[in-house]
T-cell receptor, first 111, second 114 residues
Framework: QQPVQSPQAVILREGEDAVINCSSS?????VHWYRQKHGEAPVFLMI?????EQKGHEKISASFNEKKQQSSLYLTASQLSYSGTYFC????????????FGKGTLLTVNP | NAGVTQTPKFRVLKTGQSMTLLCAQD?????MYWYRQDPGMGLRLIHY???????AKGEVPDGYNVSRLKKQNFLLGLESAAPSQTSVYFC?????????????FGPGTRLTVL
């Protein structure tokens, strides 16, 4: 079952902040965040592991609430280069490591 | 170090034709994956492999077959293409050692079935 991402789309002006959420109905061992530019392959941003660890990458950070099976991606002081579709991929454990991806959140940053 | 490569980049088929998509990785990764991406649907797992000689079904395996004869290659086959298989296909690979392993994606193959 695919994790649910919200919002489906968001439009920002350069310098504004945004939060993208990812929720699962299953217990999660990890949440992976990717960004995809139009016509390109998804590119890895960060991984959140069970334990609620918060990871950061420049002005993009994320959190993982394992009790609620939710992860949030925080984009602060957005730049034009942040535009793209953001996907969360979730791993619910088991013997094989595979991800189930959400439907994505389209982020558009305008000047 | 090319990472993950896919061949071809574009392909147009007629209904009923067959074809094979090739994925190659040079990172010595154990795991390889095939996804399809349709508008508004995200990435859906078709088949995956946990090592040379092994394959397993993902979420949407019907109409596809795969083979992993060599560790570095993962082939996706369509025996009788249907318009519903029009999509962008991505291959990915990972080390396959833990839940923290990153998946690295290839550039994708855009397939149109007429």
């Amino acid at each position: 079952q695919q994790p649910v991402q919200s919002p489906q789309a968001v439009i920002l002006r350069e310098g504004e902040d945004a939060v993208i959420n990812c929720s699962s109905s299953k217990a999660l061992y990890s949440v992976h965040w990717y960004r995809q530019k139009h016509g390109e392959a998804p590119v890895f941003l960060m991984i959140l592991l069970k334990g609620g660890e918060q990871k950061g990458h420049e002005k993009i950070s994320a959190s993982f609430n394992e009790k609620k099976q939710q992860s949030s991606l925080y984009l602060t002081a957005s730049q034009l280069s942040y535009s793209g579709t953001y996907f969360c991929g979730t791993d619910s454990g088991g013997s094989n490591y595979k991800l189930t991806f959400g439907k994505g959140t389209l982020l558009t940053v305008n000047p | 170090n090319a990472g993950v490569t896919q061949t071809p980049k574009f392909r147009v088929l007629k209904t009923g034709q067959s074809m094979t998509l090739l994925c190659a990785q040079d990172m010595n990764h154990e795991y390889m994956y095939w996804y399809r991406q349709d508008p508004g649907m995200g990435l859906r797992l078709i088949h995956y492999s946990v090592g040379e000689g092994t394959t397993a079904k993902g979420e949407v395996p019907d109409g596809y077959n795969v083979s992993r004869l060599k560790k570095q290659n993962f082939l996706l086959g369509l025996e009788s293409a249907a318009p519903s298989q029009t999509s962008v296909y991505f291959c990915a690979s990972s080390r396959g050692t833990s839940v923290a392993d990153t998946q690295y994606f290839g550039p994708g193959t855009r397939l149109t079935v007429l």
